[in-house]
């Protein structure tokens, strides 16, 4: 547990913007958990399982943070409280990678395939739901024993 | 006022990180000013007028968000409630002005010239104590007056 | 083929710095071979298999340009032309993959299957030598199949 | 003269897109100043001061490489031997900084000034011709006297 005196807790979910509804209700899921347990929830921001977390974030009146891509803070979705408007694209996965604790994993394209990868380039770990089966992601078989899992491998 | 729906109003401070103890009691004075009326704070995270300010904020309950230069996040001073590490040094500063809704610069030296550089650049309205006499900035003649114009100016 | 007229073709070499002296040697074919088309040569700048490239490339008076993770332009290794310092860390290779027309990866740890991933979700062709077998990847089964095919999928 | 052996050495020329002719032609006269002596033009890859410059260096078979603020390589002026995208807007200007050994700035507005605040924050010396009067900017009277300057303050 190395989360710095002070500065909050704070859990990165990854996955797709075009995704069943079946891992829409998972990412709803890992959200409102993340919040239970009174983690920040850190994002990239825009839709699918990013929004469906902020959406369980939210009700359970959690803090979500996106890291934008895009280069105005107006965009991401309408479940943040907080947006960081980085301009660079998909380059800005390294940052929220960095800056997160633990991490969650739904589904998801290369995209989150790069997110993954810096994880375990950096030392993150990174917990998996039907997503990318890479060396090194702890699976995980339910949206609560993801959240579990998140918070023991901080 | 173009603060979208959810998201909260977020206000930068800039400033150095070696200046003297009036400038301290400056930065303490807008960070409190800007977390009584609701605000975010936030900042490139380390010390001098970065962790006064995130001093001042704290002292109203207020919530402090610094975007680091450096690769963990861990570092950063101890009033920050989130630390975004964003691994890129002083290129962080554009970040830093994409993401919030009007800045304050106190005093500083080249780095928040760039950053008052990249808000007048990207229309980001940045208010002056002490600081860079650049066309532009507006000026501010005391704490409270920083504050207030940051506000009146999103 | 999309490269524009007056710039020249760009090939990203990919690849780890701890690696066995087999990886080493197909390196340098490798990036003796896209100077031979006339390619320049893109990749980390580092040591292990972006070194190897760079002695290949230079052995055959090719330009070598190395996007480097640290913040100084004197680091990266000793056969660069062109020193890029990006002060990202492995943010950079975001970067990299959007200044190339195709890539060759070979061998590599969660670095190059960050870059990997960016590639398939950029649309850029990436060639696999003894590397991450993931969707996508064309393989080569030699360091010269490699280089004919990364030409023939710019 | 910090230069690596290997490493060509590389002038930055920093300036505004819509700017008059009578910088057009000392941006123009710069860039074959530069690639008169060597080296390696290196700028934001944009119109303007940038294009001028690269038309210059082009008028001498200097190289030229513009870090694009662009995600996609093929954009940039067409005088530009190779391109870096980064995907990154302005923040790009950071990087362009940390890659030049001196640079030259002429006219421009807000992005120039964060280029000439990044040169003396990381300890790059910066000629001015006609540009921001920034305590540190080293004047010069002409471009032949530019080019003479940056090179004499590598």
Redesign the interface.
Known sequence: M?V?????V?IGVFGGRDVGDDMLQMAEKVGSGIAKLGG?LICGGMGGVMEAACIGAKSQDGLT?G?LPT????E?N??????????????R???IV????AAIAIDG???T??EI??C???GVNVIGLSTWN?E?VIEANSPEDAVAKAYENI
Do not use: C, H, Q, V
Request: glycine letters at 12%.
């Open positions: 190395t710095r005196p002070g500065r909050r704070a920040i943070l890291i280069s105005t803070k107006e991401g309408s479940y943040l409280d907080i947006t960081i408007a980085t301009g660079m694209g998909s380059a996965n390294s940052i960095r800056s997160i604790d394209k290369y995209g395939l790069s990868a810096y375990l380039e950096m890479i090194g």
